[in-house]
């Protein structure tokens, strides 16, 4: 399983770090893992990814410049910092792990609000 944390209320500006956990997908070094959001109205988006040894990462335009994607493969954990928060950051975000098949995690709701 994919297990996301670390969502929550910020305001503008702001930052927070996103966790994701994997557990009994076998071994976390065959994935390529990214992250996704979703907002109400709205399709779903990517918003980063990191190949399996961390040495490749991409990013929405959106998002360039203000968010970070690391891993950590001897924790099995993908992070996603994100620092100077905007409203339009409010979503659910979910993270995908993808070897042969994908996982997709419960999701974790960031709202960016005054």
């Known amino acids: 399983q994919v297990v996301e944390s670390g969502g929550g209320l910020v305001q503008p500006g702001g930052s927070l770090r996103l966790s994701c956990t994997a557990s009994?997908?076998?071994?976390?070094?065959?994935?390529?893992v990214s992250w996704h959001r979703q907002a109400p109205g709205k399709e779903r988006e990517l918003v980063a990814s990191?190949?399996?040894?961390?040495?490749?990462?991409e990013y929405a335009d959106s998002v360039k410049g203000r968010f970070t994607i690391s891993r950590d493969n001897a924790k099995n954990t993908v992070s996603l910092q994100m620092n100077s928060l905007e409203p339009d950051d409010t979503a659910v975000y979910l993270c995908?792990?993808?070897?042969?098949?994908?996982?997709w995690g419960q999701g974790t709701q960031v709202t960016v609000s005054s």
């Open positions: 995908k792990a993808t070897y042969l098949r994908a996982f």
């Open positions: 009994g997908i076998g071994n976390y070094l065959n994935y390529i």
């Open positions: 990191i190949s399996q040894n961390g040495g490749i990462t």
